[in-house]
């Protein structure tokens, strides 16, 4: 009995704490700052109990058995926590920021996006930070609905090509204007760190843009740059390491056999003279063949000038930043070290930046603050000629010599090198040094409430070094003894904006804000130049040019310049659904000629928010969650124009005196004839467009804009008559017409605590035509019509085929003096001979469409991310394929395609006889035909990123605030059917650098 009570007694009191719980100590806080949040809401899914945070975020609740909490604040982020098994747990809130909310950089001010009303994108610091990239523009390929974004080449530290909305120029196209807090800059932006970026908003229409006046033909990119969080402090590291391989193994398929390359080097003098150059004749190899080669073949040697220079290249990025932001004071500091070699030896891009933002509020009604980006840039570029020369150079020739260093190929005489060994070359590369300093100094001064009055003081400095030598070892330096080059560029841009802006509103449903202001920029820019020959010895290169015999060419140049405006802006709100924005900008600038110093840029533009119209009823809300239209018109210039254009420049001259001897002086440049007239090109843009959300939180959105530029005073260089004794002259003369649609579509297809798949896609097309030129001419060159886009035809010969035995006995062949097997071109307009009038536009570099694709996959806290671009539609004439496939004497290599050369019993085939003079070719006047045209349509594939984020509670314990590991492949690969190196980048007269794949480990930590 007493057993039994015992127990029955044991069992209650077991029960009775079962049903009393344990007591759970938690604590909420705002995820990004980690500061504590009072009066959240914490309850317990299927239970009565709640609980409410104190003031230091803190909060206790009694839990029992499997436990899920949901805590709830106002403007946060609701968030679900299995608290089982825990004693104590932190929670952090995501604030609750609508898309719609977010705000936007616009032309001396902020806006909130639902305010917009002109075509405006923009892409976060997190967007960039999630897919690793080297320069700013890489971050915006595929992004921006409506901007195409090419890549200057495969080398580290090649430039970049930005187009918004087309082609806005015939001669003058620089790219769009840039501002980094609020420091005008154009060219590319390569020295800017993205990982320092906080958000860049592309201004696309002239309603938008119209605030930068003459500067924003080519549109805006607004680039804000990380400030302190208010609130926290923070200490952050990114960093990478990675490798870059050649595109599968190699860059092209050439033949790669003695027997084959020996044999068509053999086809090749025969064809010019069998009985001469019998292709089965020992005597004939050593004729063609140099006594290396001759070696090469008896021993079987077969040497890899491609593997020679190029390598499995490394790459590293390191960026530390820290962040504080408690008190009246907001300070942020990084630094970034970014090393990457190229996979051709020699080639490298080294940047070192410092990055430091600093804002204080000096008192109630005064914020003052810096913003400062330093950058040194060490740039090593190799040749053109060492990728092309290592491709089709002989493969018999011995790479090293005795002594184990490259070999000088000397001609049978040894009178000249005959071809430069590409090893030597990247030994030696061009040197390119820079030194930026982008900075601005601000305050911001409320004179009473809603009145705000801004001074921004900026400069931008660039100091660029060249530096180049090639010793006796290549061509050039073997016939001068080493030739050195060494040139200087640089510029000071200063601007200085002063801004009034002030929020009004009068009654409760209308809002005005007004902004008007002034602004003073200025450049100083230099250049000098200097080339010397003829050096004692290799040893100092360009080091010091005092030991050369001959200073060859110097050189130098300067100029100032200056603009001077005045603007002014309105934005009016009614009911917060119509909105109305007018802006108006004044340029006078020193660039314009003496009777045209002054230009009016005026835009306006509206908005309709239909989704808060009381027609949109809450069934209509239910599938569309935002709905607004937006129409906009304004005029922005084109400044860009050359910077003595107006002026009659003197040139050095010299001119007998006495009879006998000369006298040197000046005299008007008998090139370029000044010209007091000239003024600014002037684009006149009409947008219109529409903003769409679908289904509950936005699931889906779309947005769309139809935009048409009618672009007048287009400057063009005009020759003059011969009598005037002067080559051309600049005029505002020519007209054009660039009209598109951008499409833009984001879709949230699944989103869910443990998974998330969001995409976003966007399509561009645009068409620019010439709509006139001089008067009475419809056309200035082959390139250059009225009807077609500028300097986008390709202009040549239709490729017939080759000649076969039956087409023996016709005039044209006989004319061309042609033989079966030669390149057969067309004869257009009938009249039995082969000139300039049968050459016809055979292709297009214009693009019909581009776009981009950008895909991420959450799984809990794994993710991946997807980057994919495209364009299709255009062409591109590519010469170095046709060179690379059809052999001669000055090209050692062909493709194996080659192999397949037309022969009275292989008639089947598009590849002439080789010839060593090139015969079966030049048929053609050209030497080329719409043979080397080829469609240019791409898929790429520019980043794949696997990540994952460990545990927030995991992170908390080593008081850590995130923690990501990452690997990337870049470029992965590209889906195309051109056969050059690459579609995006096209190709001159060689194909220069080949393309590669990255791979990248990455880790980013914040605490």
Request: proline residues 4%; positive net charge; aromatic residues 12%.
């Amino acid at each position: 009995m007493k057993a039994f009570f015992l127990s029955t007694l044991f069992l209650m009191c077991s029960l009775l704490s079962f049903s009393q719980g344990k007591q759970l100590q938690g604590r909420i806080v705002e995820s990004d700052t980690k500061k504590p949040l009072a009066g959240a809401t914490i309850s317990i899914v299927g239970k009565n109990a709640s609980a409410v945070s104190e003031a230091d975020g803190s909060f206790n609740i009694k839990v029992n058995g499997k436990t899920i909490l949901v805590v709830s604040y106002v403007g946060y982020k609701t968030q679900s926590v299995d608290v089982t098994d825990k004693s104590s747990v932190e929670i952090a809130l995501a604030k609750d920021v609508s898309d719609l909310e977010a705000v936007v950089t616009i032309g001396y001010g902020k806006a909130k996006k639902k305010d917009i009303t002109s075509a405006i994108s923009s892409i976060s610091g997190k967007d960039i930070k999630d897919q690793p990239v080297t320069t700013v523009a890489a971050a915006l390929q595929g992004r921006v609905p409506g901007m195409q974004v090419s890549g200057g080449g495969n080398e580290p530290g090649a430039g970049t090509s930005v187009k918004i909305r087309g082609i806005n120029s015939i001669t003058q196209g620089s790219g769009p204007l840039y501002v980094v807090d609020g420091v005008l800059i154009t060219g590319d932006i390569r020295e800017i760190n993205p990982n320092d970026i906080e958000s860049i908003d592309v201004l696309k229409d002239a309603s938008a843009a119209a605030i930068y006046g003459s500067r924003a033909s080519e549109g805006v990119v607004i680039i804000t740059t990380k400030k302190g969080a208010t609130g926290r402090s923070s200490l952050n590291y990114d960093g990478y390491f990675g490798m870059q391989k050649l595109y599968n193994g190699k860059g092209y398929d050439f033949v790669d056999n003695i027997d084959d390359y020996v044999k068509i080097r053999m086809a090749g003098w025969a064809d010019e003279d069998p009985k001469a150059w019998s292709p089965d004749s020992a005597s004939t190899m050593a004729k063609i063949f140099s006594a290396p080669e001759l070696q090469s073949i008896k021993d079987r040697k077969w040497y890899n000038w491609e593997k020679a220079v190029t390598q499995v290249a490394p790459m590293q990025s390191h960026t530390l930043s820290y962040s504080n932001g408690v008190g009246k004071n907001k300070f942020y500091l990084s630094g970034n070290y970014l090393n990457q070699d190229g996979i051709i030896k020699g080639s490298n891009f080294l940047r070192y930046s410092v990055k430091a933002n600093v804002e204080s509020e000096a008192t109630a009604n005064l914020k003052i603050g810096i913003n400062t980006n330093f950058s040194h840039i060490v740039n090593n570029v190799v040749s053109n000629e060492v990728y092309y020369n290592a491709v089709t150079m002989s493969p018999l020739w011995p790479i090293y010599d005795g002594n184990g260093d490259p070999s000088v190929l000397l001609t049978n005489d040894g009178s000249q090198v005959s071809v430069n060994n590409p090893l030597t070359m990247t030994k030696s590369p061009m040197a390119d040094i820079q030194d930026r300093n982008i900075m601005n100094v601000f305050g911001e001064y409320k004179i009473v409430k809603n009145l705000l009055f801004r001074s921004n003081f900026g400069i931008d400095i660039l100091r660029q070094q060249k530096f180049e030598y090639y010793p006796r070892t290549t061509s050039y330096g073997f016939q001068v003894g080493g030739d050195a080059k060494v040139q200087n560029w640089g510029y000071r841009d200063y601007v200085w904006d002063n801004t009034l802006t002030y929020d009004w509103q009068p009654r409760k449903d209308h809002v005005f804000n007004l902004m008007g202001g002034v602004v003073l920029e200025k450049r100083r820019q230099e250049w000098d130049y200097i080339e010397a020959q003829g050096f004692p010895s290799d040893d100092l290169t360009y080091k010091n040019l005092a030991t050369a015999s001959n200073k060859t060419d110097i050189q130098s140049d300067y100029f100032n310049r200056m603009n001077f405006s005045q603007m002014a802006r309105a934005i009016y709100k009614y009911k917060g659904k119509y909105i109305l924005n007018g802006s108006i900008r004044h340029d006078g600038s020193s660039r314009f000629g003496q009777n045209n110093t002054y230009g009016t840029f005026p835009a306006i533009s509206g908005a309709w928010r239909l989704i808060d119209e009381p027609f949109m009823g809450a069934k209509i809300r239910s599938i569309i969650s935002d709905a607004k239209i937006r129409v906009g018109y304004g005029i922005v210039g084109n400044q860009n124009l050359p910077d003595f254009a107006k002026f009659n420049k003197m040139t050095p001259s010299s001119y007998p005196y006495n009879g006998s001897s000369q006298t040197t002086g000046y005299q008007l440049d008998p090139s370029v004839l000044g010209n007091p007239n000239i003024r600014w090109e002037k684009q006149k843009q009409f947008n219109a467009g529409f903003d769409l959300a679908l289904l509950a939180s936005s699931r889906i959105k779309l947005t769309f804009d139809y935009y048409n530029k009618n672009i007048d005073d287009v400057l063009l260089p005009v020759p003059l008559s011969p009598s005037m004794g002067v080559g051309y002259e600049y005029m505002n003369i020519a007209r054009m017409n660039t009209q598109g649609v951008d499409l833009g579509l984001k879709l949230s297809l699944v989103q869910n605590k443990n998974f998330d798949w969001q995409m976003d896609l966007n399509w561009s097309k645009y068409k620019s035509q010439v709509k006139s030129l001089i008067p009475g001419r419809d056309s200035l060159s082959p390139y250059l019509k009225v009807g077609e886009a500028p300097n986008s035809l390709i202009v040549d010969y239709v490729y017939d085929g080759l000649y076969q035995e039956s087409d023996k006995g016709s005039p044209i062949m006989a004319s061309q003096h042609a033989r079966p097997g030669d390149v057969k071109p067309k004869d257009l307009n009938n009249d039995g001979v082969i000139n300039q009038y049968d050459r016809t536009i055979v292709g297009r570099t214009t693009p019909k469409a581009y776009g981009g694709i950008w895909n991420y996959l959450r799984y809990k806290r794994f993710s991946m991310t997807v980057l994919a671009s495209y364009t299709y539609g255009q062409d591109i004439a590519n010469k170095a394929y046709q060179d690379y496939l059809y052999e001669t004497d000055t090209r050692r290599r062909v493709l194996k395609e080659g192999l397949n050369y037309w022969t009275p019993t292989n008639t089947n085939t598009n590849v002439p006889r080789p010839n060593v003079f090139s015969r079966s070719i030049y048929t053609l006047p050209s030497g080329s035909s719409s043979y080397i045209v080829q469609r240019a349509d791409f898929i790429r594939v520019r980043n794949i990123t696997f990540s994952y984020d460990f545990d927030q509670a995991l992170l908390s314990k080593a008081r850590m605030n995130t923690a990501k590991v990452y690997v990337q492949v870049q470029d992965p690969f590209i889906i195309t059917k051109y056969k050059g190196i690459d579609p995006e980048i096209g190709v001159g007269s060689m194909d220069v650098y080949p393309r590669y794949r990255s791979f990248l480990v990455g880790l980013q930590l914040g605490l």
